[in-house]
């Protein structure tokens, strides 16, 4: 797996609000995954996208992997305090 560029990367948010994140490559990725890292907990898996153009819904997170496999954004909704956190992105590259 390979770290990509996001931003923002911590998010101090309000309740309720809406707020997407960002992930760029200049890779071609076969596969992107979603992570949220609480301050001294390991990472946990939130969402895998595999397909170009993929999006995917998960109660209140979207995921969209961008046509080209160079980019994804994800999307949560009425945001709770829960969701506050370090988001990391990883894609997995043709060898």
Do not use: M
């Amino acid at each position: 797996t390979q770290q990509l560029e996001q931003s923002p990367q911590f998010l101090s948010i309000q309740e309720g609000e809406d707020f997407t994140v960002y992930c760029n490559s200049s890779s071609v990725f076969t596969n992107l995954k979603w992570y949220r890292q609480d301050p001294g907990e390991g990472p946990v898996l939130l969402g895998t996208l595999v397909k170009s153009g993929e999006v995917k819904k998960q109660k209140r997170l979207i995921f969209q992997f961008g046509d080209a496999r160079k980019d994804s954004s994800l999307h949560i909704t009425a945001a709770q305090p829960g969701d506050t956190g370090l988001y990391l992105c990883a894609g997995a590259q043709c060898s």
